[in-house]
């Protein structure tokens, strides 16, 4: 796009952003200096709003843009990220989202220290949060440089790097001012933009085909070179072992690593009860249902209306299949129409990567601030000085996603969010489920748990293909792989809990029978929850 039409798409997509910015400064004005309203939002959202929120926070760039990108390029198998994604939340409703609300009051430090040793049980379990919110923050960082070197009609390394600056600051200014109250609001008003959108794309994609999704994807399957082979399983992960061994992998992490994701465990805090907080999970099921049903006929829809050439020329990853698909469908580039829908997008997506960025920001700062300082500074340091550290942690985190976020902006985005999960799940599930349902669990077998998942899935993700001896490995030019799986989750997710089983059977600690008691009756009861 150019000329006017490029200034239209502009302008369009920059009033997401001054509108977040116009909530984040109403909320900071009005809200308290404590640790409950920075952390929590005062904890009175109801189950509706926060299950919109979860929602908005769950529906990251790589189900947007990543996850329709690799359907649009690899058909079949590109449903694995929507199956793991949706399936995943039946873990977090049965297993962990009421007893989280119950037995924690900020992060999941909360609710494994209950009956642990405190320091070290939070330093871990903080190190681990910080470490997935941080990966989770580079494929945000990807996503946002690949669209906005879009709108702008510039592919340069430059146009993305810039972009990722500025997201980066943006969420620092959110999370910094607003706390979870400002952060809600706008993954409340990014859920709305993102349903309504997706449900215009969708109708009009319809509308297109006149309603036959048959026809829809026999066309998808004629466009992208492949034939009937882009239905059926095995385009992608077919063929030698390593690659099923991957595609086994890569879905064990996307089931299990929700439930151990500190941004979507932090929101179940934001409830006045836990009730409340299995309301929020059902809602957000539903929102999450219906949006992934409706990606997939997008995913489909761009192969069959872009084709799979033209969005490799554009992003070579696929993310950019979306808004791609926005333009043809509003009238094509140079038209009125192809402009203002393709902004629209824009801005849902951009809105997308802002809100969820927002939380994961959140959740690592208060990771920071709330188990790795006050573990080490509690004598000296109250409520309002968590909040400070807090606020200051934002800033080193955003630094720190900005640098990896430039260093891996040509990754799709749903393999980058593929691997923060395998470390969620490999990481913290473990020591999770084991403290809420394992009597005899101890502070060693706790923190073997979390190391024990952390630094394994870390060392074969450095060993693996996604960062060298490939051509679209982070460092292409050198060849260190020793380990054949793009996901390390079929390895590190069983280390995690037999480090956590082994450390437990090894210690000489005697498990603390009252306090396990006291647990369990308030995981289950909700009896003396915060």
Not at 150 to 157: E, F, I, Q
Not at 359 to 381: C, E, F, I
Not at 425 to 448: C, I, M
Not at 492 to 514: H, K, M, N, Q, R
Request: proline share 3%; with cysteine.
């Amino acid at each position: 796009m150019t000329g006017d039409h490029q200034t239209l798409a502009l302008l369009l997509f920059s009033g997401f952003v001054a509108v977040t910015l116009g909530i984040t400064t109403w909320v900071s004005r009005r809200r308290r200096g404590s640790a409950e309203e920075f952390y929590a939002g005062g904890r009175l959202f109801s189950p509706m709003e926060n299950g919109f929120a979860i929602a908005g926070d769950y529906l990251s760039a790589a189900s947007f843009l990543g996850v329709t990108g690799l359907i649009a390029l690899y058909g079949y198998d590109g449903l694995l990220y929507v199956v793991g994604f949706l399936v995943a939340w039946l873990v977090v409703l049965f297993l962990v989202a009421e007893l989280v609300r119950n037995c924690g009051r900020f992060t999941l430090a909360d609710v494994v220290a209950a009956r642990m040793s405190e320091r070290p049980v939070r330093i871990a379990a903080g190190t681990s949060s910080v470490t997935v919110s941080v990966l989770y923050l580079v494929a945000q960082m990807v996503g946002a440089g690949s669209l906005v070197s879009l709108l702008l009609g510039r592919t340069s390394g430059a146009a993305q790097a810039w972009t990722v600056v500025g997201v980066g600051a943006l969420m620092v200014i959110y999370v910094s001012l607003g706390g979870t109250r400002a952060t809600t609001w706008i993954q409340i008003v990014k859920a709305v933009l993102l349903l309504g959108g997706t449900i215009a794309l969708t109708v009009l994609l319809l509308l297109r085909f006149h309603g036959d999704a048959g026809r829809l994807l026999l066309t998808a399957a004629q466009r992208s070179g492949h034939g009937d082979a882009f239905l059926a399983p095995g385009l992608k992960y077919g063929g030698d072992w390593t690659a099923r061994l991957d595609f086994i992998s890569l879905g064990l992490a996307l089931v299990l690593g929700t439930a151990g994701l500190p941004h979507i465990l932090s929101r179940f805090y934001t409830v006045p009860t836990a009730r409340a907080a299995r309301r929020s999970a059902v809602w957000s099921i539903g929102l999450i249902g219906g949006f992934y049903l409706m990606t997939v006929l997008l995913g489909f829809g761009a192969a069959a209306v872009v084709g799979p050439g033209a969005l490799r020329r554009s992003n070579a990853a696929g993310n950019t299949a979306v808004p791609l698909l926005a333009l043809d469908l509003g009238g094509g580039a140079g038209s009125t129409g192809g402009t203002v829908l393709f902004a629209v997008v824009a801005a849902v997506a951009f809105a997308t990567i802002l809100a969820v960025v927002a939380g994961l920001t959140l959740a690592s700062s208060a990771s920071v601030a709330h188990d790795l300082y006050a573990s080490l500074r509690r004598p000296r340091g109250g409520a309002h000085g968590e909040v400070a550290v807090a606020r200051f942690a934002a800033v080193g985190i955003g630094a720190v996603a900005i640098a990896l976020g430039l260093l891996a902006r040509d990754l799709n985005v749903a393999y980058l969010v593929g691997l923060a999960f395998a470390v969620a799940a490999s990481a913290n599930l473990p020591v999770l489920l084991y403290s809420l349902f394992w009597r005899g669990f101890t502070t060693r077998g706790a923190v073997w748990a979390v190391y024990g998942g952390l630094v394994p899935a870390l060392g074969l993700v450095l060993l693996s293909p996604m960062v060298s001896g490939c051509p679209g490995s982070l460092f292409p030019g050198v060849d260190f792989q020793y380990f054949p799986l793009q996901n390390p989750g079929i390895v590190s997710i069983p280390l995690g809990f037999l480090a956590g089983w082994l450390g437990t059977v090894t210690s000489d600690e005697t498990p603390d029978e009252a306090k396990y008691a006291e647990t369990e009756v308030r995981s289950l009861t909700g009896a003396g929850a915060v």
